[in-house]
C-alpha cells in the first residue's frame, strides 16, 4: 500500500511541476521583499512582489501567498501601467452583489479558501501586457499569541522559483526589552542559515534574511524552484513581577499580563478519551503516545482521572487519584491497553469527567477537563445543543473544558462552542505523523496553572476587551485592550485580583514599575490592537449566542471590521483590476477546511483518499502551495481563457465527503464555503507611479537618530567601529582616524576584494566603496552613483531593476544598495548625517571559506569583565586593557541606534595592528 502512494505521489509531482518547469522564461519574479514591523506583539507584515512578463504576448500572473491563520489581511493593491488597483473592504453583500453584477456582465469570478495547520491562503491573479511588470502588495496584521513562553512570527516563502532580489526584513520593538530571540523553520536550515543576521539591541531586534539565488536552492525542503518553507522568529520579552506591560496611545490602551514568578497551582485534570472505532489505528496508538507523556508531566500534588469511552464508558478509577508513581504507572498500563471500537457518546464521557471533578473538590487547587475525540456524537444524546446544555449545567462554570478535535471529521464548531461555553477553547490536532506532539504540546499549554478567577479592571476604561479568565498558565499571556475614558490618563488605573496558591492577589501601579509607553508608537497601533481583539472575540461570542442577540453581536463585528478594514468572515474586499479582468473573489476561510491542493501533485496524490492521513497539513516538498505563482498562457492577449480546472478537497479518511468543484479558469465558480469573500472588481483607478516614488525619495531614507560625541584625535575625523559580542553583553568599540582606506573583505578563494574610504566630512562612515571581483570587475559607489567596470565598459547603473553581470548582481533600494558577489551578499546601507550620505556595509551572507579577511569578516568579540576601580579593563585571551565605558552607533540596521559599549584601541580590538587593515588604494 505505502509503495502505490509513493508512486502516486511522484507521478503527482511531475504532473504538477512540468508546466512551470517549461514556464520558467515566460515570466520572472523581479522582486520578493516582506517585511514585517512588530511592536508590542502586534505584527504589520507587507509582501511585495514584482513580476515581469517576458512574454510577447500578454499573461496571466497569479499572486499566491500563505499568511499566518491568526492575521486579518487589512491591504491589498496592485501596481501596474502606472495604476494602483487599491482594495476596499465591503460588507460581504455588497461584494457578493457587486460579484453577482461581475458575473452577469460577462466577467467571471472565482473563491480562493483554503487553511492549513497554521496558514491559510491568499491568492489572485491579474493579466499582464507583454513586457509589462505588476507589483502585488499585501498587508496583513496579527497580534502575537505567547505559548510555551515565548511569542512566534511565522513567515511563509515559496516563491516557486529562485529570485535574485528576495529579502525578509523584520523589525520587532518591545519597550519592556526582549529577553531572547531566535530564529528557527525550515528556511533556517543548511547553507540558508548563513543568510540570516540577527541584531538585538534590548528594546528592539533585527532579523535580516538575504539568501542569495543560489542559496534559495539548499534548504531541507528547498530545490531548483527555490524556497519553500517557515522562518520562524521566536523571542521572548523581559519581565518584571508587577501588573506587567500597558501601552497607552491616543485615548486606547493594551495591557499585557503574563507573571512569571508565581508558585504553580495543584491541579485535578480529567482527560477524557474518544476510543471509538474512528480512532483505531494510528491516532490511537499516537493518543496513547501523548498520554504517556503527559502522564509522566504530572506532579505528585497533582490529582488526575483518565476515562475512555465509545458508546460506553471505561474508567480507570471512579474518582479523581493522587498523581503517585504508582498511579500514574496503572494509568499509563490502563492507556496501553485502550482498544478502539464502537459508536461515540460525548454526552455520557463528558458529563463523567464533569462528575468526577465536582466530587473531588479539593482546597487551592485548578481543576482542567480535556476532551479528544476524532468524531461527531453518534450514540447516547446525540442532540448538540442538548448535550452542550448538559454540560454546561454540569459544569456550572467552575473548570475549563478543553475540547481537542483530532482529524477533519470532528464538527469542529461543535466542539469550539462547547469550549467557549465553558470558559475554555478548541483545538484542532492534525492529523499527521506529529500528533502525539501537538496533543502533548497542547497539554503543556495549560500543564501549569498559575493564577484562578483572574479579573482585569480598569478604573477610567471603556469597550473593554474579554476581562475575566478563568485561569492563567505559564507559558500564556492574558491581553486586554480599552480605551480610556475621555483619554483622561490621570484617572486609568489598571488593577489585576485573582487567586494565587493560596490566596488572593492583588497586582496594581503601587507594587510594580508599571512599563508604560512614552516612546512614539504608530499614533494607531494601539487602536488597532484593540480592534483585532474586539473582532475576534466578537466572533468567538457570536458562536455562542443566537437571534437578535447574535444579529447585533454580528453587527459590532462588521463595523469594526469595515472601519479598520479588516477582511474577516463577515467583510469582502474589493479590488480593481484592468478593464475586462476576471473578477477575484477571495475568502477569509473559516476553521476545518481542508487545504485545496490546486496546481500540485497533493491534488492527485489525495484524490487516492489514501494520502492525506500523514501528510495533508505538512509543508515539504509537496506540502501545499506558498508564494507561488504561475502564469497559463491565453490565446493572444484574450484575457478570458478557459480549460477546466477541478479543484479537489478531500476530508481525511472520508473519500465520500470529498467535495470536488469544477470550474472553467478565468470563471472560476463560487462553489466553495460560503464564508466571507474578497472580491476583485473594476473600480476608478488612481494614478500614482509606485515604481517611480519606491526609490529615493528624500522621506525614505532613513534618519539617523542618536549622534554621539567622537573622541576626535589628532584633529581629524575620527570613526567608531563596534566589534559585536556573541552573547548579550555589551559590543567593544574602537575609532579609527583619518580619511584612510580600509580594508573590508578579502576572500582569497574569489580572489574578492571589498575596500572602503572613510568620509572626511562627517563621522558616520565610508564615502566611497569599491568591490573588486575577478575578471577586471570593478563597482564603485560613491555620491556620483554606483558604477560598474567591466574591462573598458563603464555602466552607471540605477534603480530599480537589477543589473546582474556574470556572477554579481546590484539592486538598489531606497536605502541601501544590495550586492550579490560570488558567494556572499553585501548590503551597503545608506545612512544620512548632517545632511550628507555615507555608506555602511554589512555582509549578508558569509563566505562559506573561513579564509576571509577583513573589518566585515572580523569574529564575535570574546572578553571578559575586570573590575579594577575606579577602572575597568576587558581581559582578551590573557591580555587585559584598559577599556572605557562608552558608546556608538550601530549603523549595521535600518536606523541606527545608539549601544553601550567598551571602548579600547584599534589595535587591541582587532587582536592586530590596525595599520594590517589599511590599503592605499581603493
Ligand atoms: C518596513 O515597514 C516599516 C513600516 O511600514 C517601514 O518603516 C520600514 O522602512 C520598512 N522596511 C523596509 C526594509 O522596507
Ligand atoms: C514557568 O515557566 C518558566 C519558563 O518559561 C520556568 O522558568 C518557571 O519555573 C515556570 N514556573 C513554574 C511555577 O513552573
Ligand atoms: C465605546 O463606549 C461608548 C460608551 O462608553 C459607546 O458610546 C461607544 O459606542 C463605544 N464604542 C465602540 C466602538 O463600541
Ligand atoms: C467578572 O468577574 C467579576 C468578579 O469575579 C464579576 O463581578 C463580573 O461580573 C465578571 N464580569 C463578567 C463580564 O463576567
Ligand atoms: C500589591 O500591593 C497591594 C497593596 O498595595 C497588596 O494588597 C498586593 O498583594 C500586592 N500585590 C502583589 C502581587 O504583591
Ligand atoms: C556615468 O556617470 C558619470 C558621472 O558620474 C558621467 O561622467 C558619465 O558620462 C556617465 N556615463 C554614462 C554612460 O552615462
Ligand atoms: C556606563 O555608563 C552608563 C552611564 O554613565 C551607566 O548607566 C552604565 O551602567 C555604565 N556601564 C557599565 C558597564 O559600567
Redesign the pocket.
Known sequence: MGRTVLQLTILGLLLASAPTLTKKEDWDIYSFHINSTVTSRYATTVITSRVVNRMDESKEIEFHVQIPKNAFISKFRMFMDDQVYDGVVKTKEQAQQQYTEAVSSGQSAGIVSSVGRTLEEFKTSVTVAAHKKVTFELTYEELLKRTHGKYELQIHARPMQPVKDFKIDVYIHENSGISFIDVKGGLSTKDLANAITKTVLDKQAWVYFYPTADQQKTCDSCGEHGMNGDLIIAYEVKRDSGIGDLKKSDGYFVHHFAPTDLQRIPKNVVFVIDQSGSMRGIKIEQTKTALGHILNDLEEDDFFGLITFDHDIFHWKQELVQATSDNLQGAKNFAENIQSRGSTNINAAVLEGARILNANPREGSASILILLTDGDPTSGVTNQKQIQSNIRKAIAGKFPLYCLGFGFDVNFEFLEKMSLQNSGVARRIYQDSDADLQLKGFYEEVAIPLLTEVTMIYIGGTNLTQTNFSQYYNGSEIVVAGEITDNNIETFTPQVVAISKDRKVVFSQTNTSMVTSTETVSVDLIQRVWAYLTVKQLLEKELLLSGSEQEKVKKEALDLSLKYNFVTPHTSMVVTKPQGESTDVLNKPKEGEVPQLKHTGRRIAGASGTHLQTSGQRMGPLGFPGFRYFSSGHPQGDPVHHGLQVHHSFSAGNPQRDRVHHGFRGKKLKLLEPSSNILLTAQAPMLMDFLMTDYSAPEFLPTVRPTMTMGSTFGSISHRFLLKTESQSPSLCFDVSGAVILKLLHHPSRDLFVNGELDSITNGGFQKIVIHLKTDQHIEIDS??I?VKDGQM???YTAPDPLSDGSMTIIKRNNEIDIEAEDIRIVILIHIKDGMEFYWPVLRRRPSAGDTEGLLALKPAMYNEVQENPITKVKMGDEEIEAINSTAVDYSVGSPVSVPCWLISADDALQKSLNDFFVTKL
Open positions: 556620483q552613483g558604477k563603464v555602466i552607471n
